[in-house]
């Protein structure tokens, strides 16, 4: 097994926002991210939206995440500890447009910044026996990312790219430290290594029963065909570059166990945990291939055709799994 660990502290200050009873944002088109720089001060807040969508929102203090949620059923309630200067958001509802997510302060809480322990960093598989303090750990589990898929170049089509593969999904919890406990770690997504095919998904990634499966592998352009890229593991994964979407970030929730993103491969997204693979950017099978992904749970880049009719490329491996585990 392969297991680091060292001890942190701290957290994120505090700053000193109005408070916020109320607030609406809208989201113009599913699946893209958009930012508020609204202020939320420490409290507890209703997140609403239609029953139909699934909305996510991530709110930052600066650059620091301090939380990521998503509605269930249109609705979710978060304790905000640390005061947010900001807020990314989407929803995800098919090709609808023009979704209002609804922010709502119901009560003030307690103010609690500071977490402290030792952070393990478990990068193969294996059976984790540590104990804490109080018997529970906070855990964020990354998926393996997926493989990019390969462009096709055939004779007479040129400028043909692959998909990027997606990002491995990112699953955070409070979990009981209840004796041995099985960690899977997930395998990288394998690239596309033939002209026109696609790349393999990343594995899956458990903590116990805390689950974050892998991305998907990016498509391949056949012919006419463009290539999409591959979805995000579930949850939170990032998608993978390709038609009709750029390459996205994946969100931890628990940010101060592990702060930063992995990404879906062909934007070089993410930082942190692990960044997706660049796309090819010549024309042959070599240099046409897309970059592997880095770190962790990032996707494979994409191949690319270059303008040279017949060429072609392959795409990149994705990053394999991890789980962080704070006590």
Known sequence: MAISSFPIGGGSASVSVPAITGSSVIATTANTYYVSNTAFAVGVY???????????????????????????????????????????????????????????????????????????????????????????????????????????????????????????GVASGYVALTGNVAVNIGAIGTFANNRGTPGNAGGTTSFGALTANGGGGG?????????????????????????????EAARPIYGFVKNGTTGGGGGAVGSGIGTGGAAGTSANQTNGRGGNGTGFGSGGGPGWSGSVNGAWGLGGNGAPGVVYVLR
């Open 219 to 247: 498509g391949a352009d056949q012919y006419t065909s463009p290539a999409s890229g591959g979805n995000g593991g579930s949850p939170r994964g990032g998608r993978g570059s390709g038609f009709g979407g750029s390459a």
């Open 46 to 168: 209703s997140i609403t939206c239609t029953s139909s969508a699934t909305a996510t929102v991530d709110f930052y203090n600066g650059a620091s995440l301090i939380t990521s949620v998503s509605t269930t059923s249109g609705v979710v309630i978060v304790n905000l500890a640390t005061a947010a200067t900001k807020i990314e958001y989407k929803t995800s509802i098919g090709n609808a447009s023009n979704i209002y997510i609804y922010i709502n302060q119901t009560s003030d809480s307690l103010v609690s910044t500071t977490f402290s322990g030792t952070l393990d960093t478990i990068t193969s598989s294996t059976t984790y026996t540590t104990t804490s303090a109080n018997g529970y750990a906070y855990v964020v589990a990354v998926g393996a990312g997926g493989g990019g898929g390969a462009a096709g170049g055939y004779f007479g089509n040129s400028n043909q790219a692959g998909g990027g593969g997606g990002s491995g």
